[in-house]
DNA sequence: GCCGTTTTCGGCCCGACTGTTTTCAGTCG
């Protein structure tokens, strides 16, 4: 079995849980946390790095220790320290250190003193009153951890981007009603666009004597009032959705929406770079001593530690703070920068909208061409198209072309990738077109080295254009197949080929990391929303998203040409 | 466990709120 970047950060993830449960040295329980981050996050895989003997201690925050029980997992698949440290912990800890209210030192104290080790054996203890006796603990603190057991908090899925959206649209709405509130605005993950959000950062600025806090509290969809304070509180909501209220002094409002965008790791850096110019930064201000020196706007706090101000998308200390150093931050793509949309479905396969209706849509959009990409015939569960149907839909988009001005209906298709790595349809039919969108939609089980293969093996076809939806997987529903991304990137930029961001709010397939391997690969990607009706048009903004996550510009993006300069590219 | 224009040891980002305490540890972000 191939060892993955997300097996380390495992590892490392559950490295950590157990040294802070023994009461190791907390920066050392950091390193852990920091290398679990860095490999979650990098699409260059460490196994691979392994292979062509690559520093492994070049990467920052890596040094000779981790390096080396890097080496060791991925050799083994497993790593002897952590091994041990199980046999003295019960695996069932890690849920425990989830469960909101419980951190390392309370987990401790429940294990060694009351031998609970999972939350089965933490809700019955609580139910017979035990938990309330150890020392630091009570009836409230039981009551609290009895609630969170009680419904299962520690498995709790992160909400998608998307559905967090309508949450804080309706918060801010009733926040922004109330007379005394003077700004209003959604950070954390949620203002970076992540994929996905842990809980919802609102932040607002007040006139004097604002009782916010009261009014926050008593939100209609509040389900329980988890914290309240002067500046700060913490409500669940009823689809159990936390969200997190920040009163802010209007002159540190930009010191505020940086400190609470984050990410956690962005923002220790920034305060690193803060310190060594002898500056302390808070969610406050930017202070030099007692004086306050910057903090009103967040590119104030940037500029004080010599840095452009930069994107929300890109604070993930993933680079982005050199990159601002060295001036080579990428302009990042928009929403107004796409031109067309390379990915849409007809009501002559699964979708539920007209070519007509969506060649409408697209030019309401302000776009200039839409490729239609129906399903070919081994989709039959989709109605895919054989070579007859396709042809006679070629025939209608000519047709419907002629009688359009400043617009291009592209004749394309959603042709599958069979097991075999062969297409669904063959090269006679595909050349007639403008494009090809290749995808997997089945055997989805394949090893990675078969998966691989079998993909490299379609993109051998001269016919092959974009490969859609990289990696198959369905936020929270579907993990991706296991495939070398890494590879097939490579084999794109040798061949011509180009990868999608498929911009369904539910794929957002490639990650960010991908994004910006392919990027370095010079591998165009063609951000596409998969619309199979009108309305689905719209979620090109995730996937612009999902693009500026991944440090995309105009340039990278296939679907910000015009057709003109797209029909060159195209040609392989 | 990492790191270094104070470099191989001694630092490591910072503050709010809760609950259990009687001055603060634990948790969270």
Redesign the pocket.
């Known amino acids: 079995m191939p060892v993955h970047n997300r097996d380390i950060a495992d590892i490392f993830n559950k490295m950590a849980d157990l040294l802070e449960i023994k009461a190791a ?1 907390p ?2 329980v ?3 946390r ?2 679990a981050r860095i490999f979650g996050g990098m699409a260059k895989s460490a196994s691979d790095m392994i292979a062509e003997g690559a520093d492994l ?1 070049e ?9 080396e ?1 890097i080496r060791e997992i991925v050799e083994t698949g497993s790593l002897a ?1 952590l091994t041990a440290l199980e046999k003295e912990l019960p695996s069932g800890i890690h849920d425990l ?1 989830r ?9 401790q104290a429940l294990y060694e003193q009351l031998g609970i080790g999972d939350p089965a054996s933490l809700e019955e203890a609580a139910r017979a009153g035990r938990v ?1 006796q150890l ?8 009551a ?1 951890i009895l609630e969170e057991v009680e419904k299962k908090r520690w498995s709790k899925a992160r909400t998608p981007w998307h559905v967090a959206e309508a949450v804080a649209r309706d918060l801010l709405a009733y926040l922004q009603a109330d007379d005394s509130v003077k700004q209003a605005a959604a950070a ?1 993950s949620f203002r970076r666009r992540k994929e996905t959000v ?2 919802l ?1 609102i932040l607002v600025t007040c006139r004097r004597g604002s009782d916010i806090m009261d009014h926050f509290i008593s939100y209609g969809d509040v389900e329980k009032v ?9 409500v669940r909501l009823r689809s159990g959705l ?1 969200v ?1 209220l920040r009163k802010l002094p209007q002159v540190g409002y930009g010191a505020g929406l940086h400190y ?1 965008t ?1 990410a ?1 790791a962005h ?2 850096a920034v ?2 770079l ?3 110019k002898g500056l ?5 201000g930017v202070f030099k001593g007692d004086k306050r020196v910057a903090g009103r706007s967040e590119a104030s706090v940037y500029a004080e530690v010599g840095l452009p101000c930069i994107a929300p998308e890109l604070r993930e200390d993933r680079g982005e703070i050199e990159a601002a150093q060295r001036g080579e931050l990428p302009e990042l793509i928009r929403i107004e920068d796409i031109r067309g949309d390379l990915h849409v479905h007809t009501d002559a396969t699964d979708g539920s909208s007209t070519l007509a209706e969506m060649a409408d849509g697209a030019r309401a959009r302000g776009w200039e061409y839409l490729a239609i990409t129906d399903h070919s015939q081994h989709l039959a569960m989709a109605r895919g198209l054989d070579a007859r149907r396709l042809l006679a839909s070629v025939e209608a988009i000519d047709r419907l072309n002629e009688t359009l001005k400043d617009f291009r209906i592209l004749k394309s298709i959603e042709v599958d990738i069979l097991k075999d790595g062969s297409l669904d349809l063959p090269d006679e039919v595909l050349k007639v077109l403008d494009l090809t969108v290749c995808a997997v939609h089945s055997a989805f089980g394949l090893s990675r080295d078969l998966q691989t293969e079998r993909i490299l093996r379609a993109m051998d076809n001269p016919f092959f254009g974009i490969l859609a939806h990289p990696t198959g997987r369905l936020i929270n529903e579907r993990e991706p197949y296991d495939v070398d991304l890494e590879r097939l990137i490579e084999a794109a930029a040798e061949r011509g080929c180009f990868m999608e961001l498929n911009a369904h709010p539910k794929r957002l397939d490639l990650t960010a990391p991908y994004c910006q391997a392919a990027r370095e690969k010079g591998v165009k990607i063609a951000i596409s929303t998969d619309a199979h009706s009108v309305d689905h048009l719209d979620d090109m903004r995730f996937g612009i998203h999902q693009a500026r996550r991944g440090w995309l510009a105009p340039g990278d993006v296939l679907n910000t040409r015009g057709w003109g300069e797209l029909k060159k590219l195209l040609k392989r």
């Open positions: 040295n920066f050392r950091r390193a852990y920091d290398a201690t990467i920052p925050g890596i040094g000779d220790d981790l390096a029980k320290q250190m469960i909101p209210g419980l951190g390392a030192r309370r987990v309330r020392d630091g603990f009570g009836a409230r603190l039981e609290n954390g842990g809980d950062d988890i914290s309240r304070g002067k500046t700060r509180s913490s936390q997190d609470f984050g956690k923002n220790i305060r690193r803060g310190q060594k302390k930064i808070n969610e406050y």
